[in-house]
């Protein structure tokens, strides 16, 4: 850093602790030099005071679904294989580090976690603050979201502290409404910050979200900060942020009595206005759409492969069992999200592919099922399942859409997962049938649970590719047992670029959930770490989802305070905590009737556009009667009892 900026550093720390007034021309002054330093030292998105940074802890466990130190520990390549990351963003304390010796400068303590937050231990945090009491010519620099912790140290932080915390906004409504941060609200920490009675301190209003002017420039001025940068998200996290104008406003007035940094400064993301369902993209669902009908044809001539196997066609009948209808229009939904999704996923990827972004396209099927799926009371009325439309569907999209010639080829490698055994033979079976008719050493189908699975397949996958592009299905069934453990899809998915669909039936997870907070809450606790991790540990996780303050306390209930919003608030916050971007949701109800959410997801932020097209595309043209979506899959041929019957019905025409 220049040398003139630390001095005045020194001469403003000097003025504050003999004159606690900021209003007067000396500070004032030093202020204005401070920015002129500083401003056109803007060159990254890290703060421009700062020299370097150091990380004598790393993790955090506030949440934060904006944090770009959880997305780089979790998703970047470079900590792949990383020890530090391997169990996630967790506190942990980095002993290599304290070697490290500092020269004259500002030092960013903790860039990659909060130092300050619950879970760090306070021996570590006096570990750390032993270590830079050697380097008295240096200024070290700590940011939180947890300030009221500052009070624990007060008396034993050196005086080369610079002490900070970041306040987006002053609306705790609306942290809460968008599910922001676990962190403790804006609102507490402006209370914490504006008691602490310390020289140099800093406020960071980055990522800045939309506020009362009045009362924020009141906070701020109240907290008394020597420092205050100010800027909009960097990393397209699609935050409610503060038209452009009102943001110029709040800098004005915070220049009046405080040194400010502008960041970022653009306009609110709204403001670009993305025209939802008018992209390019929504023609191409529609002449998708046209074909779904081969996807019957196909599971007929299945069928008709099994011709002399009249013990396996039994089998496949049983697993096929006659189910209601409003179970038959959940399938058919599903299967229609995936079928419109991988022809634009594989298009976008074979694009990326050509650019040397990409070097293999991959799909995972986590709960595989037979491979093919009942669709009506009817026992002809069968299609392609998930695993088999994954493994046809580009070929037949490919050679009838000169568009998506390209994705002729599909997929490079898929992997099916599946657990119960008989389920799984029934699979194999098909798939080897098929494979009479062309080479499917590009698929692997695994019996077993997906919870223990997923670890051998991305083994695979990193082994025989540097940068694969995956779509993974998850499809589970409504017992919590089945579902993928969050632990499970963090360790899988870090480091990888994956893009999700999963089916939640939060209806029935909702269900078992409530059943054992009832009569066991330790067992309650466990089911929820199972599900999203941590994420409860947060000191506001109950603005993540209100599942989580119920595990605060041991207290028995009796009414069902546990909603299916909950569920799905829970995931799409424990979603987001592994470095995804875009995620969006589909309701799924049948005769108003909630059956299961449809949750799609993708790290890249280039995947706003297209994916929200999609999910509007889904929302509103997506036939909602039984019968007719049923009617652009099926083909008419007459009633027939059973899959043996069904196939000397083809056999006869």
């Not at 008691?195 to 800045?208: A, H, Y």
């Not at 699975?453 to 996958?461: P, S, T, W």
């Given at each position: 850093m220049?040398?003139?900026a630390?001095?005045i550093?020194?001469?403003?720390?000097?003025?504050?602790?003999s004159?606690?007034m900021?209003?007067n021309?000396?500070f004032?002054k030093?202020?204005a030099h401070?920015?002129?330093i500083l401003?056109?030292r803007?060159?990254?998105?890290?703060?421009?005071?700062?020299?370097t940074?150091?990380n004598?802890?790393?993790?955090c466990?506030?949440?934060?679904?904006?944090c770009?130190a959880r997305?780089?520990?979790?998703?970047?390549?470079?900590f792949k294989?990383?020890?530090?990351?391997?169990?996630?963003?967790?506190?942990?304390?980095?002993?290599d580090v304290f070697r490290m010796?500092?020269?004259?400068?500002?030092?960013?303590?903790?860039d990659?976690?909060d130092?300050?937050?619950?879970?760090?231990q306070?021996?570590?945090i006096?570990?750390?603050?032993n270590?830079?009491?050697?380097?008295?010519?240096?200024?070290?620099?700590?940011?939180?979201k947890n300030?009221?912790?500052f009070?624990e140290?007060?008396?034993k932080?050196?005086?080369?502290?610079?002490?900070?915390?970041?306040?987006?906004?002053?609306k705790?409504d609306?942290?809460a409404e968008?599910?922001?941060?676990g962190?403790?609200?804006p609102?507490e920490?402006y209370m914490?910050?504006k008691?602490?009675?310390?020289?140099?301190?800093?406020?960071?209003?980055?990522?800045?979200l939309?506020?009362?002017?009045e009362t924020?420039?009141?906070?701020?001025?109240?907290?008394k900060?020597f420092l205050?940068y100010?800027g909009?998200?960097?990393?397209?996290w699609?935050?409610p942020?503060?038209?452009?104008e009102?943001?110029r406003?709040?800098i004005?007035?915070?220049?009046?009595?405080?040194?400010?940094i502008?960041?970022t400064i653009?306009?609110?993301?709204?403001?670009?206005?993305?025209e939802?369902?008018?992209s390019?993209y929504t023609?191409?669902?529609?002449?998708f759409k046209?074909?779904?009908?081969?996807m019957?044809?196909r599971?007929a001539?299945?069928?008709?492969?099994?011709?002399?196997?009249?013990?396996?066609?039994?089998?496949?009948?049983?697993?096929?069992?006659?189910?209601?209808?409003?179970?038959?229009y959940?399938?058919l939904k599903?299967?229609?999200s995936l079928?419109?999704?991988?022809?634009?996923?594989l298009?976008?990827?074979r694009?990326?592919?050509e650019k040397?972004h990409?070097?293999?396209?991959?799909?995972i099927?986590?709960?595989?099922?037979p491979?093919?799926?009942?669709?009506?009371k009817?026992?002809?009325?069968?299609?392609?399942?998930s695993p088999?439309l994954?493994l046809y569907?580009p070929?037949?999209?490919?050679?009838?859409?000169?568009?998506?010639?390209?994705?002729?080829?599909?997929?490079?490698?898929l992997?099916?997962i599946?657990?119960d055994?008989?389920?799984?033979?029934?699979?194999k079976?098909?798939?080897?049938a098929?494979?009479n008719?062309g080479?499917l050493?590009?698929v692997?189908i695994f019996?077993?649970?997906?919870?223990k699975?997923?670890?051998?397949?991305?083994?695979?996958?990193i082994k025989?590719?540097?940068?694969?592009?995956?779509?993974?299905?998850?499809?589970?069934?409504g017992?919590l047992d089945?579902q993928?453990?969050?632990?499970?899809?963090?360790?899988?998915?870090?480091?990888?670029r994956?893009?999700?669909?999963?089916?939640?039936?939060?209806?029935?997870l909702?269900r078992?959930?409530?059943e054992?907070?009832?009569?066991?809450?330790?067992?309650?606790i466990e089911?929820?770490?199972q599900?999203?991790?941590?994420?409860?540990k947060?000191?506001r996780s109950?603005?993540?989802?209100?599942?989580?303050?119920?595990?605060?306390?041991?207290l028995?209930?009796?009414?069902?305070?546990?909603?299916?919003?909950?569920?799905?608030?829970?995931?799409?916050a424990?979603i987001k905590s592994?470095?995804y971007r875009?995620?969006?949701?589909?309701?799924?109800?049948?005769n108003?009737?909630?059956?299961?959410?449809l949750?799609?997801?993708?790290?890249?932020s280039?995947s706003y556009e297209?994916l929200?097209?999609y999910?509007?595309?889904?929302?509103?043209?997506t036939?909602e009667?039984?019968?007719?979506?049923?009617?652009?899959?099926?083909?008419?041929?007459?009633?027939?009892?059973?899959?043996?019957?069904f196939?000397?019905h083809?056999?006869?025409?």
């Open positions: 220049h040398e003139d630390v001095s550093i020194t001469r403003i720390k000097d003025l504050l602790i004159n606690s900021k209003e021309k000396s004032t030093l202020c401070l920015r002129e401003q056109p803007l060159r990254s998105k890290m703060f421009n005071i700062v020299d940074s150091w004598p802890i790393t993790g466990l506030h949440w934060c679904q904006y770009w997305d780089v520990a979790l998703n970047s390549s470079y294989r990383s020890r530090r990351y391997s169990d996630g963003f967790v506190p942990q304390i980095n002993n010796k500092f020269k004259r400068g500002v030092i960013f303590v903790c990659m976690g130092i300050f937050s619950p879970e760090v306070s021996s570590w006096q570990r750390v603050f270590h830079i009491s050697n380097f008295p010519n240096t200024y070290f620099l700590f940011l939180t300030p009221s912790r009070k140290f007060l008396d932080v050196p005086h080369n502290a610079i002490l900070g915390t970041t306040l987006e906004t002053n705790d609306l942290y968008y599910h922001i941060s962190a403790p609200l609102s920490r914490a910050m008691e602490i009675d310390w020289p140099l301190k800093f406020v960071s209003i980055e990522p800045i939309d506020f009362d002017l924020f420039v009141g906070w701020i001025k109240e907290i900060p205050v100010v909009y998200d960097n990393y397209e699609r935050l942020e503060p038209p452009l009102k943001t406003n709040l004005r007035e915070l220049k009046k009595f405080t040194c400010v502008e960041k653009r306009e609110s993301w709204k403001k670009y206005n993305l939802i369902g008018k390019k023609g191409n669902y529609e002449n046209q074909y779904l009908n081969l019957h044809e599971a001539q299945i069928i008709e492969m099994f011709r002399d196997r009249d013990r396996e066609l039994q089998q496949l009948d049983e697993l096929l069992k006659e189910g209601e209808q409003a179970e038959h959940w399938t599903k299967l229609f079928a419109m999704y991988i022809p634009m996923f298009l976008i990827g694009s990326s592919f040397g990409c070097d293999g396209l991959i799909y099927d986590t709960h595989a099922g491979g093919l799926a009942k669709v009506g009817e026992r002809q009325e069968i299609v392609l399942g088999l994954a569907w070929t037949i999209i490919g050679n009838r859409l000169k568009t998506f010639k390209k994705i002729e080829k599909g997929f490079d490698k992997f099916f599946e657990k055994r008989q389920t799984c033979i029934i699979l079976q098909l798939v080897d098929m494979g008719r080479n050493d590009n692997e019996c077993n649970d997906s919870n699975q997923l670890y051998e397949v991305r083994e695979k996958i025989n590719y540097k940068k694969p592009l995956i779509l993974m299905f998850v499809d589970p069934f017992r089945d993928i453990k969050y632990n499970v899809f963090l360790k899988f998915t870090r480091g990888l994956v893009d999700l669909i999963m089916n939640i039936n939060a209806s029935m909702t078992g959930l409530i054992i907070r009832r009569h066991n809450y330790e067992g309650f089911a929820v770490k599900l999203w991790g941590d994420l409860y947060a000191p109950e603005t993540l989802s209100k599942i989580f303050e119920y595990c605060k306390h041991e028995q209930f009796t009414d069902a305070n546990i909603h299916s919003e909950d569920v799905l608030h829970a995931y799409l424990a592994v470095g875009c995620v969006e949701h589909i309701p799924v109800k049948f108003q009737r909630l059956m299961y959410y949750v799609l997801a993708s790290k890249s280039g297209w929200r097209n999910v509007e595309y889904l929302r509103t043209k036939p009667d039984y019968e007719t979506l049923k009617n652009l899959w099926l083909q008419a041929c007459g009633k027939v009892k059973s899959l043996l019957e196939k000397d083809l056999e006869a025409t």
